[in-house]
């Protein structure tokens, strides 16, 4: 079973900086994407970033230029680095992994963390 933990949410100040990291454990291959949603009350979850299989990125613009997203060697670690902070980046964060199970294989099925809070002050 794929399992997505999140960790280093918090609060964080007007401009600061925070470091979110998705590790995924079991079995899994053939990613398609590895990305990061966030939803804030009352509001329709958003896509934040998505990275590849080929190590290519997508941000949209209300975070490009403030977040990054990065993943190590071995693909089962994501991180989402966040500058700039602003109050309207308070949200749950959650982690996202596209790709084929054991059970699945060959077809990809979507994995999703448990969420870890952000909470930005002005």
């Known amino acids: 079973q794929v399992q997505l933990t999140e960790s280093g949410g918090g609060l964080a100040q007007l401009g600061g900086s925070l470091r979110l990291a998705c590790v995924a454990s079991?079995?899994?291959?053939?990613?398609?994407?590895m990305s990061w949603y966030r939803q804030s009350p009352g509001k329709s979850p958003e896509l934040v970033a998505v990275m590849d299989d080929n190590g290519r990125t997508m941000l949209p613009d209300s975070v490009k230029g403030r977040f990054t997203i990065s993943r190590g060697d071995s693909k089962n670690i994501t991180w989402l680095e966040m500058t700039g902070l602003k109050p309207e980046d308070t949200a749950v964060y959650f982690c996202h992994l596209r790709a084929a199970s054991y059970q699945s294989y060959p077809d990809a099925v979507d994995f999703w963390g448990q969420g870890t809070q952000v909470t930005v002050s002005s």
């Open positions: 079991g079995f899994y291959r053939d990613v398609r994407t």
